[in-house]
């Protein structure tokens, strides 16, 4: 079905399950829209600027995120007792928690994200490589399965040909993953991912994949409605990593080809389709640099720490979609009326010490001065001078997002802007960037 006409219907008040720079984000677009914001905060975040920034706020407990913004019962409840018709989870914390999405469904809330069977769809990194193969999306020969035997392991390891990557079925940002080069090395690689694992999952059952060498990760942004409708709005590579996690990303990604990059957009949207997807999603594939082929990776159902870029390069607004989506409206755009123009950077400015091995640090903010924003360039932040970097949370400080005619033209825009950046107080990777 390709509806054009967008229901009337809007979302009156909405809660933001999360702080920093994601709420206030989201808050920005909520206001905008007329939209009615109401803010939870722990103890460590009271003075917080999403608190701030929202037309209602509430404690929900300790700085501890098991305590406080893990905690689904307390959201839901000032949900309830606001009139909030929708919460919003933003990234991290509960985002990609099917639990959570089922308990606003049954609470008779929005779950402003995807279905709850679509996330657990995706949240097991075999499973889902499993419908992808079934749908025509294109996987990475490895072993997915249930058998976790260590010798079996190995001749699966043996049969796909070193070098191969073992990987947490569970995992995210390079937790329980680990390259093995030779076959010796094996059994010890398998048993440190396991280790890992379920240190950081609670599940130690991991997959064997072909390692590709000449790796670029290359994700594209996709969105679907609850009327039949899936898109893909560009593509985005982040490829620019520290410890298997992004720290800069552009869009669209640079030297492909339009017929590359139109076969990716349709198998993202394959993906999404394959697990009756609704919302903001993000289809993650690695692209091998020597061969030109991409190969599914992952699905992150939820909205990206870098969907900036993509919102600068389409014109879009994709918190705006998910507030509509979320409605019951249909897509803003269809797919012949979504276009790309220019390139754009964001940049992720931490508090970290790059010459300790990114070392996350925290403390005051004694002195800040960002770039001047412009229709071109935006600082995405959750701090103000003043204001701590806390040891409770990610210790990222602010995205500097910026566009340009094209890339080169994006790239030197980037590099002024960061120049002009100035933060003193604590460690930042700015030099690094």
């Known amino acids: 079905m390709l509806a054009r006409q967008m229901s009337s219907r809007q979302l009156g008040k909405i809660l933001i399950a999360n702080r920093g720079e994601i709420a206030c984000r989201i808050m920005r677009t909520a206001k905008r829209l007329g939209v009615r914001t109401v803010a939870v905060y722990s103890d ?25 913004y893990l905690r689904m019962d ?34 008779k809330v929005i779950f ?68 093995v080069q030779s076959k010796d090395k094996f059994y010890e ?52 990593q520290r410890r298997h996690q992004k720290v800069l990303e552009e869009a669209p990604a640079p030297g492909l080809s339009e017929e590359v990059r ?22 993650e594939f690695i692209f091998d640099s020597a061969t030109n082929k ?18 600068m390069v389409t014109g879009t607004d994709l918190v705006e979609w998910q507030l509509r989506v979320a409605a019951g409206q249909t897509l803003p755009l269809m797919q012949d009326q979504i276009r790309v123009r220019g390139h754009a950077f964001e940049a992720r400015i931490y508090a970290e010490n790059p010459e300790r091995n ?11 001065r960002s770039p001047e924003a412009s229709p071109t360039l935006r600082v995405e932040t959750g701090v103000r001078q003043g204001d701590a970097v806390s040891v409770h949370y990610d210790p990222m400080i602010a995205k500097l997002v910026v566009w340009g005619e094209d890339r080169d033209d994006a790239l030197a825009r980037t590099r002024t802007a960061l120049r002009e950046y100035k933060i003193a107080g604590l460690h930042t990777n700015l030099q690094f960037l």
């Not at 933003?90 to 308990?103: I, K, P, R, T």
């Not at 670029?216 to 985005?236: C, I, K, M, W």
């Not at 990114?358 to 800040?368: M, N, T, W």
């Open 294 to 311: 991409f190969y599914f990776m992952e699905m992150n159902t939820r909205l990206q720490v870098e969907h900036p870029v993509t919102e």
């Open 44 to 68: 460590a975040d009271a003075n917080s600027l999403h608190v701030k920034m929202a037309d209602e706020a509430f404690n929900i407990g300790p700085a501890a995120s098991s305590e406080s």
């Open 112 to 179: 402003i994200g995807p279905p709850a069977d679509a996330i657990r769809s995706m949240g097991s990194k075999s499973a889902s490589k499993n419908i992808m193969s079934a749908s025509n999306v294109p996987i990475i020969d490895g072993y997915h399965g249930e058998n976790q035997n260590d010798a079996f392991l190995l001749s699966e390891a043996e049969r796909i040909g070193f070098p191969v990557l073992i990987k947490a079925v569970k995992g995210g940002g390079g937790k329980g993953m680990r390259i």
């Open 189 to 240: 690689m398998l048993e440190s991912s396991r280790r890992e694992a379920l240190k950081s999952f609670g599940d130690d059952t991991v997959l064997v994949e072909k390692y590709v060498q000449l790796p670029r990760h290359v994700e594209v942004q996709v969105f679907a409605d609850t009327h039949g409708n899936t898109v893909y709005l560009s593509e985005r590579d982040c490829s620019v």
């Open 262 to 283: 139109r076969e990716l957009g349709m198998a993202a949207v394959r993906a999404a389709q394959a697990v009756g997807y609704v919302g903001a999603g993000t289809v």
């Open 74 to 107: 307390k959201i839901v409840d000032v949900a309830l007792k606001t009139g909030a018709e929708g919460i919003h989870p933003g990234y991290g914390f509960l985002s990609e928690n099917a639990e959570f999405a089922d308990y606003c469904k049954d609470k």
């Open 358 to 368: 990114f070392l996350p640090g925290s403390g005051p903010l004694k002195f800040v």
